[in-house]
């Protein structure tokens, strides 16, 4: 029997060091599942309200759990999810939390799976996903919201695209990231950590695309196979009345789509997350048209994880892939929906980390379950090693 006994919600530490919502749900038949949300720092105009977290949690304890426990079973997990979305009763998860909701659910899910006996990427339809493994995008080097002084563009990810298996992709991103800072000392650069472990130096974007082109084309030719390199330029952060802010100038729009052009055929970037405002589906729409044949243009801000928002994305042919956060919609079952959505219309979805997060792997198994051809959750530091070495343990187990 997968129905909820009970549904635990304590406070606890994020990356960051600040509180995050934990939730514990067990089954009648001893099933557990122990889920925590993550939470952004360059959060999207659009996303679901995370909450203080101990709103949050008063919030589901008095609304959504008593409508769970002893009602709903964790084996349908549409179920848990419409029962979290009737108790809030908002479009937008405003009244309990989009971090008590989606605790609540990743952690439904993985007492579903404990209940049934099954790893949590088969739980959600890892039985189906093939060979396919999601390619690890490693944040390298950044800046934007995620560390001061550093790069206007929030992030340099490492994309290993030709490592012949999951673990030499893992480990290629953490050779690429050691790669580069040796070249920063190189260059007499000092470089602390941002948020995710990139590192964050004081350095101008042109300096950092130099830099993280030899650190790819070094560690690619030591290991023998294809590795890129992207970026999530988090551009709605830089983004006012005026235009474009990178310090020493303000580009406008049509500025913008043709330095990113440029930029990806220079650097024959594989990925190109939020390249523009997270209102502009034209600014998008045009990017794509132009490049959208050689690279992935993804929506972050753009998106949030909606399906209605993909859905206007899609009609106006507004990027070619959505990152998928599964705080940023509030459960399980809205995030699915979206990699659904996305897959029908030739959309590649992205699995994605938060800047702040915990020890919690759901993210890993979502990728593999839905067959996603890239997860986004750093290189270094254990919040984001939890998830690189899951997908590695989930290959292991798989084969
Ligand atoms: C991971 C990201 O950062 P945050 O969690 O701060 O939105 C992102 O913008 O893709
Ligand atoms: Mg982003």
Redesign the pocket.
């Known amino acids: 029997m997968t129905l909820i006994s009970s549904v635990s919600l304590r406070r606890v530490l994020d990356s960051r060091g600040n509180p995050t919502v934990e939730a514990d749900v067990l089954t009648e038949s001893g099933g557990f599942g122990r889920a925590a949300a993550?939470?952004?720092?360059?959060?999207?105009e659009y996303e679901a309200i995370e909450l203080p977290p101990s709103e949050a949690i008063a919030a589901a304890r008095r609304l959504a759990i008593p409508r769970l426990e002893g009602e709903v079973h964790t084996g349908d997990q549409r179920a848990v999810d419409t029962t979290l979305r009737a108790a809030d009763g908002t479009e937008n998860f405003s009244e309990i939390g989009a971090n008590s909701a989606v605790a609540i659910s990743m952690a439904a899910a993985k007492a579903g799976a404990d209940t049934l006996g099954l790893p949590l990427y088969q739980h959600l339809g890892g039985a189906f996903r093939g060979d396919n493994f999601p390619i690890p995008l490693g944040?390298v080097i950044g800046g934007?919201?995620?560390a001061k002084e550093a790069t206007h563009i929030?992030?340099f990810l490492a994309a290993p695209v030709g490592a012949p298996s999951v673990a030499e992709a893992v480990f290629a991103n953490a050779k690429v990231h050691g790669r580069a800072s040796e070249l920063l000392d190189e260059r007499d650069v000092p470089a602390a950590k941002g948020?995710?472990g990139a590192w964050a130096p004081p350095i101008s974007d042109a300096e950092a695309f130099e830099v993280m082109e030899e650190a790819v084309e070094d560690v690619a030719d030591d290991l023998g196979f294809e590795i890129k390199f992207g970026l999530?330029v988090?551009a709605s952060e830089l983004h006012s009345e005026e235009g474009y802010d990178f310090g020493d100038e303000v580009k406008s729009t049509a500025e913008m789509i043709a330095y990113i052009a440029e930029m990806v055929d220079e650097y024959d970037l594989a990925y190109v997350?939020?390249p523009l405002d997270e209102n502009d589906y034209e600014g998008f729409a045009e990017l794509t048209d132009e490049v959208g044949d050689r690279t992935l243009i993804c929506g972050?801000?753009l998106f949030v994880t909606n399906t209605s928002r993909l859905q206007d994305g899609i009609d106006a042919g507004a990027g070619n892939s959505i990152?998928i956060?599964p705080n940023?919609i509030g459960s399980l079952t809205d995030a699915f929906d979206a990699i659904e959505l996305a897959t029908e219309h030739g959309y590649d979805s992205v699995i994605?980390?938060?800047?702040?997060?915990t020890e919690d792997t759901t993210i890993a198994h979502l990728a593999v379950a839905t067959d996603a051809p890239f997860i986004?959750t750093g290189t270094v530091q254990g919040e984001r090693t939890a998830k690189l070495n899951e997908l590695i343990r989930i290959a292991d187990d798989a084969v």
């Open positions: 993550p939470s952004g720092a360059s959060t999207g944040n934007g919201e995620h929030q992030e948020d995710e999530d988090a997350e939020d972050d801000d990152l956060k940023q994605s980390h938060r800047s702040g997060e986004k």
